[in-house]
């Protein structure tokens, strides 16, 4: 399923200091960029070298539902979980909000999901 290691390991770290850092600004750009690297470990290279943030996830889903990856359940919570990632880090690195407790305990929410996704990779 991983096509590239070093994207995945690099997912994995970063999922680590999201788990460490619940209270800081950090948590919601590195849950974020977890998911976005393992969906870059499963896929390989972009068209251009690279992926979008906006098209990685369609592309993403579409050879998970080819190779039987994840359920289509699965697949729209993933979904689901990677927009609201993408805003709160948006939110965290270009705006000066301050995340209240119902904040953190999304982010506690969305970490458990992504730790749960970046886990599938030895079942499958």
């Not at 906006?54 to 080819?66: S, V």
């Not at 359920?71 to 939110?91: D, P």
């Not at 270009?94 to 886990?119: A, D, G, M, P």
């Given at each position: 399923?991983?096509?590239?290691?070093?994207?995945?390991?690099?997912?994995?770290?970063?999922?680590?200091?999201a788990q460490f850092?619940?209270y800081y600004y950090?948590?919601?750009?590195?849950?974020?960029?977890?998911?976005?690297?393992?969906?870059?470990?499963?896929?390989?290279?972009?068209?251009?070298?690279?992926?979008?943030?906006?098209?990685?996830?369609?592309?993403?889903?579409?050879?998970?539902?080819?190779?039987?990856?994840?359920?289509?359940?699965?697949?729209?919570?993933?979904?689901?979980?990677?927009?609201?990632?993408?805003?709160?880090?948006?939110?965290?690195?270009?705006?000066?909000?301050?995340?209240?407790?119902?904040?953190?305990?999304?982010?506690?929410?969305?970490?458990?999901?992504?730790?749960?996704?970046?886990?599938?990779?030895?079942?499958?």
């Amino acid at each position: 399923m991983i096509s590239d290691k070093i994207l995945y390991n690099k997912a994995r770290e970063r999922l680590e200091t999201a788990q460490f850092a619940h209270y800081y600004y950090s948590c919601a750009s590195n849950l974020y960029f977890a998911l976005f690297n393992y969906m870059q470990s499963v896929l390989g290279k972009g068209h251009a070298g690279k992926w979008k943030h906006i098209t990685i996830f369609n592309a993403f889903a579409k050879i998970c539902m080819e190779r039987g990856l994840f359920s289509k359940k699965r697949l729209r919570n993933l979904g689901k979980t990677y927009a609201a990632l993408y805003e709160l880090r948006r939110q965290a690195d270009y705006e000066n909000n301050i995340y209240e407790s119902y904040t953190i305990e999304r982010l506690k929410f969305l970490s458990e999901s992504v730790k749960e996704t970046l886990h599938h990779v030895n079942k499958s």
